[in-house]
């Protein structure tokens, strides 16, 4: 199993490697600027060579994944904010190729009440634009973007499946898009996994509009929130409205089991601690059995 989490990367990025030890994740999670502020960190480029040579020798910390900004909003219809997500969302992917990162997570936005259909084409536009402005990955590393399902409030893109499909399909399928399904938003959308049966159609439906190959991480997460309630709100694991015994069908999947399983969980107040990784891999290991 390959249990993640998110943790702060400070300025040099090296340091949230160690971060991730300290805890016992295997994969890290990091904001490459500020989630709520437009202005970009600029990192030299020895300081994202440092950080991929890092990675690539740990001995423990497998992936590295990069969380876009969360003001970026691809579904915008204002001109000053569209560019200014685009070029956000543009510098985070050259960072993240600098880095050698496995993915760069995107939450695509809101068309706030426009409609998807109209807003459609601006995203597909955004991400192509980042995908061919942003800085090249050394070594031809390849980090896709990865489009994060959304809970459902407030005319978000990326609601389900669909959406989703229609944007990678409006780019052509290329292959450097792929998703990060994000359990908690996955229920508050009202997608029921709680079952081995309801976790298979989930997947069936994966590889039907998408191909299980784009699926590269999952945020790990419990629900404060009830099944369809279309708002994003995360939980420990255990202490929300998905459970142990809700999780584990999905997370103990043969083919989920093994991708890197990403905890965005509080804490106590800051963030995954030690214990919340143990319980991400108690919660694996009791998955796996209901395959057994």
Known sequence: MNIGAHVRGGGQLVPSLEAGVQIGATSVQVFVQSPRMWKPTQYAPEVLASYRDAAGAHPSVTHTFVHATYLINLASSDDELYAKSVAALTHNLGVGRGMGASGVVLHVGSHKGGGFEDALSRVSAGLARALEEAGEAPHGVNCPILIEN??????????????????????????????????????????????????????????????????????????????????????NLGEGTIGFSGLAPLVGHPLVRDLPLVLEVPGEGDGPRASDVADAERLVAMGVALYS
Request: net charge negative; hydrophobic share 40%; with cysteine.
């Open 150 to 235: 959304a809970a459902g409030a407030g005319g978000t893109v990326g609601r389900d499946l669909a959406e989703i499909e229609a944007i990678i399909e409006s780019l052509g399928g290329d292959e450097r898009l792929g998703i990060c399904l994000d359990t908690q938003h996955l229920w508050a959308s009202g997608v029921d996994y709680s079952s081995l049966e309801a976790t298979s159609n989930v997947l069936e439906e994966i590889e039907r509009r998408l191909g299980v190959w784009r699926l590269r991480c999952l945020h790990l997460n419990d629900s404060k929130m009830d099944l369809g309630a279309n708002r994003d709100r995360h939980a």
